[in-house]
């Protein structure tokens, strides 16, 4: 399913954190946004969920303004996983994935046969199958990353967004998430959008890269378009090198700052 964001602006309180916005997402393609901390990736997100209302401008999926989705019928059609996430520690991880039904049961109180189907499927593409009777206290960061992301795919969305599903995680672990991810969209044709912060992990799971800084997107399209040496300079302040990997992806080696060549000081 299409997302369409337009002539967006929002923030909080009177800051402005995002300034006229526009992007598309087509079906069953992933996007990733990256930029420096505090260029309002995770905030476009929030707003495309509607947990932010917006100063202004137009979401859409397809050609439905999200605005007129209710708040369940949106949850059937989106869901957000945020960087931060809370649950008690004591709950198991099929009981977490059973809150992602809640969007579909309306006033029905217990689990039908369909939900549980539903939440069987999401453990077995999570692959959290065996763990179902864990406690989430008991898991790995892994783990417990999959276990949050089967609880959204138990929600049947077309749309996924993901808020730095890798973050706190081993390199291995981030690997992991990321295939995974890859995955739900091949094979199951989850649109995903999610923020990341490891430009070659971006590069290698994504259809398009949307580069942020000063509140706009400042460059958007497929991997081998945006890893150039003038972009990642102008966005990320780095001097890079730019290899190709097996695989065919761009990958970036960092090498130094160009806020050194130009005199800055740099404060720890």
């Excluded at 299409?2 to 929002?10: D, F, G, R, Y």
Aim: some cysteine.
């Amino acid at each position: 399913m299409k997302l369409e964001v337009k002539s967006l602006c929002a923030g909080y309180g009177g800051r402005v954190v995002l300034e006229n916005i526009d992007f598309a997402v087509e079906s069953g393609s992933i996007t990733t946004l990256l930029g420096p901390n505090g260029c309002g990736k995770s905030t476009l997100l929030k707003v495309i969920g509607r947990t932010i209302r917006p100063f202004s401008g137009d979401i859409r999926i397809g050609e439905r303004p999200v605005a007129n989705y209710r708040r369940n019928e949106l949850a059937r059609t989106l869901a957000l996983l945020p960087q931060l996430h809370h649950a008690s520690g004591e709950i198991t991880v099929e009981e977490l994935a059973a809150f992602g039904r809640y969007p579909h049961r309306g006033f029905q109180l217990t689990l039908g046969e369909h939900d549980r189907q539903v939440i069987d499927r999401s453990l077995t593409m999570t692959r959290m199958e065996g763990l179902r009777r864990r406690r989430i206290s008991s898991l790995s960061g892994g783990e417990r990353q999959r276990a949050w992301i089967a609880m959204t795919l138990a929600q049947e969305p077309k749309i996924l967004l993901l808020d730095e599903p890798t973050t706190f995680l081993d390199i291995c672990c981030q690997f992991e998430i990321i295939e995974m991810i890859r995955l739900l969209n091949r094979e199951f044709g989850i649109t995903i959008v999610m923020v990341l912060h490891d430009l070659n992990l971006a590069a290698r799971c994504s259809d398009r890269l949307a580069l942020m800084k000063d509140r706009k997107i400042r460059y958007e399209g497929p991997p081998a378009d945006i890893m150039k040496p003038e972009i990642l300079r102008d966005i990320f302040e780095i001097e890079p090198e730019i290899n190709i990997a097996r695989d065919g992806s761009p990958y970036c080696l960092p090498v130094g700052s160009t806020r050194l060549n130009t005199g800055e000081t740099s404060h720890a």
